[in-house]
């Protein structure tokens, strides 16, 4: 049976969406604040996790930071109050693989764990996994889902040339010249040659 952690200063909602996890066949470990969340994430190897953008005592930028630094590759989910663009955005930015809008549903559970991005979820992922499944979805023209695994795989190896380049060649396939040559700059710093690359 696949873990999932749910982590919100809230009882009832931790509570309702445990149920809602456990009835889709998950089993749940609950944390009520980021620090008890680290403990957690370090120890246990855990297929999703659900964390509250809002948390007292530490942030979630800080849990993501801190485990993405010790290489614990656990997807992270953020829940949110309000569904905006700038929302989206934030939680894109903060490394999360989508958000979950509070109140929720069972039906809207189900609908957001059917609807991950394909290859983000790894029982025993690396950050090789995360580049040849963005490879995949480039050819396949799946670009939103390869962008965001590609960020993913940065927040775990921020010095990666080849990712950086993939992050170029997704942007060039979306038509946006500008990020292209921005990502393809930064593989260059970081040594990026194509001789280097698999064929």
Same mark, same amino acid.
């Given at each position: 049976?696949?873990?999932?952690?749910?982590?919100?200063?809230?009882?009832?909602?931790?509570?309702?969406?445990?149920?809602?996890?456990?009835?889709?066949?998950?089993?749940?470990?609950?944390?009520?604040?980021?620090?008890?969340?680290?403990?957690?994430?370090?120890?246990?190897?855990?297929?999703?996790?659900?964390?509250?953008?809002?948390?007292?005592?530490?942030?979630?930028?800080?849990?993501?930071?801190?485990?993405?630094?010790?290489?614990?590759?656990?997807?992270?989910?953020?829940?949110?109050?309000?569904?905006?663009?700038?929302?989206?955005?934030?939680?894109?930015?903060?490394?999360?693989?989508?958000?979950?809008?509070?109140?929720?549903?069972?039906?809207?559970?189900?609908?957001?764990?059917?609807?991950?991005?394909?290859?983000?979820?790894?029982?025993?992922?690396?950050?090789? !996994?995360?580049?040849?499944?963005?490879?995949?979805?480039?050819?396949?023209?799946?670009?939103?889902?390869?962008?965001?695994?590609?960020?993913?795989?940065? !927040?775990?190896?921020?010095? @990666?040339?080849?990712?950086?380049?993939?992050? !170029?060649?997704?942007?060039?396939? @979306?038509?946006?010249?500008?990020?292209?040559?921005?990502?393809?700059?930064?593989?260059?710093?970081?040594?990026? !040659?194509?001789?280097?690359?698999?064929?």
């Amino acid at each position: 049976m696949q873990k999932v952690l749910v982590v919100d200063d809230t009882k009832s909602i931790r509570m309702m969406l445990s149920t809602c996890l456990e009835l889709e066949g998950y089993e749940v470990i609950q944390c009520k604040n980021g620090y008890d969340a680290l403990e957690v994430l370090e120890k246990k190897k855990l297929y999703l996790a659900f964390i509250d953008i809002k948390m007292p005592q530490i942030s979630v930028t800080e849990v993501i930071r801190k485990i993405r630094g010790k290489g614990i590759l656990t997807p992270v989910i953020i829940m949110i109050d309000f569904e905006t663009v700038k929302n989206s955005v934030d939680c894109t930015k903060l490394g999360s693989i989508a958000y979950l809008q509070r109140p929720f549903t069972q039906d809207k559970i189900r609908s957001m764990l059917k609807d991950l991005p394909k290859g983000m979820l790894f029982e025993n992922g690396d950050n090789l !996994s995360y580049i040849d499944t963005a490879k995949e979805l480039l050819k396949e023209g799946k670009l939103y889902d390869a962008i965001s695994i590609l960020k993913t795989a940065l !927040s775990i190896e921020p010095s @990666n040339a080849q990712i950086y380049h993939l992050l !170029s060649e997704v942007y060039k396939a @979306n038509g946006n010249s500008e990020e292209s040559s921005k990502f393809l700059s930064v593989a260059e710093v970081f040594g990026y !040659s194509r001789l280097n690359e698999k064929p």
